[in-house]
């Protein structure tokens, strides 16, 4: 009998949750978008995902599904509740009978956002989206909600933390969370509902009410890791080890930045530990920015290291490592441009990346005396 009134239990919310049904657009489909895609089938079964995808990739989709290994095992392919497509057409909201406020999770490089908010214009912001930029970095939740400028339409700030790799024909997933900043209990619970079963899937929501405190480690983690296995090209764990005092010194830079926006973090010492933890325990991998490089694309750059810049340009604070980053990656981005490959990019230019590693040393040698 306890049995019984147990699967009833559990039919009963099953119907409860399949009763209210959620329509979810996640606009990009690289790692952490498929990784998404899974967590919100897993994570509710009144979940509908849209995949939207440049053709190529929504081809390989189309024929292969999603396959996962790690955290969660399986291969998720297309079904009445998981659809892939490559535009958003004029009669795409009749067809499928969308439901009144989607939500919709950005889960493109920044870089390409621009491009993706056509899908808005053409029925979206009608409907009375939320809007979840899961991007690195600070900044492009603003840049959206200009470009939209709709009331109806609301851009939160959201952040992933944990990690979706290649591997073979598959994807490979740690544990992570997905973070969003908090904007009124109607929101929230309507993003709690759509990881209803969230300890099944790869990520976990976490709803914060002051996400730049919860957001500046990663960000840290970011300023350091994706230009430096650029320019060093190292894996994370090599750089951890060799690289200690120019990673602390580019985390005190971030961290007075943190300081002059009043975000209390608990302390510069814990703020760098939590950089070279992340590395340590990443050791063999590089960074996103990194492959982007190594396939001649775009970097996130003026999002991560540059939006520190920004702010420091306001405050009047000196950031010289986050400046002398900024400009090496630019510059070799343009570099990257005439060489066929990474490997040929690298042999090329030795005596180019030599000279920054020079110069960012002589900066941490200054920057200890002045200490």
């Known amino acids: 009998n306890m049995i019984q009134v147990s699967e009833m239990e559990k039919k009963n919310k099953r119907r409860f949750v399949q009763e209210q049904a959620n329509d979810i657009f996640v606009i990009g489909a690289g790692c952490i978008g498929q990784g998404l895609v899974v967590s919100l089938l897993k994570s509710n079964i009144s979940n509908r995902v849209f995949l939207v995808s440049k053709t190529k990739q929504l081809q390989k989709i189309q024929k292969n599904g999603i396959t996962l290994t790690g955290v969660v095992e399986g291969r998720f392919t297309l079904s009445k509740r998981f ?22 999770f950005l889960t493109k490089k920044a870089r390409d956002i621009a491009s993706s908010l056509y899908l808005f214009q053409q029925g979206l912001s009608d409907l009375g989206s ?59 619970e309507r993003l709690k509902k759509i990881f209803h079963y969230q300890n099944d899937s790869v990520f976990n929501l ?20 994706n230009p ?3 320019i060093l090209n190292q894996p994370l764990g090599s750089i951890k080890i060799q690289y200690e005092a ?22 510069l010492e814990d703020l760098s530990n939590n950089v070279l933890e992340a590395m340590s325990r990443f050791s063999s991998h590089y960074s996103s920015m990194y492959l982007d490089f190594q396939y001649g694309k775009v970097s996130e750059i003026e999002y991560i290291n540059g939006a520190i810049l920004k702010i420091a340009q306001v405050k009047k604070i000196p950031v010289p490592l986050n400046q002398l980053l900024i400009n090496s990656i630019k510059e070799l981005e343009k570099k990257r441009l005439s060489c066929k490959s990474v490997k040929e990019f690298y042999q090329r230019n030795d005596l180019y990346l030599e000279n920054i590693k020079t110069q960012l040393f002589e900066m941490v040698k200054y920057n200890r005396a002045l200490v």
């Open 83 to 104: 659809v892939v497509v490559d535009k958003i057409y004029r009669d795409f909201f009749l067809k499928y009978k969308i439901a009144k406020s989607p939500i919709v």
């Open 130 to 188: 939320i809007v979840i930029c899961l991007q690195n970095g600070l900044g492009l939740e603003l840049e959206v909600e200009n470009a939209l400028n709709s009331l109806s339409t609301k851009v939160l700030k959201g952040q992933v933390f944990g990690a979706i790799y290649k591997n073979a024909e598959s994807l490979f997933a740690y544990k992570g969370s997905i973070l969003v900043e908090r904007f009124s209990e109607t929101c929230s």
């Open 206 to 225: 976490e709803i914060s009410s002051n996400i730049l405190q919860a957001i500046y480690p990663k960000i840290a983690i970011n300023c350091v890791c």
């Open 228 to 230: 430096l296995t650029v």
């Open 246 to 267: 120019l990673i602390r010194m580019i985390c005190n830079e971030v961290y007075r930045i943190a300081l002059s926006q009043s975000i209390e973090l608990s302390s």
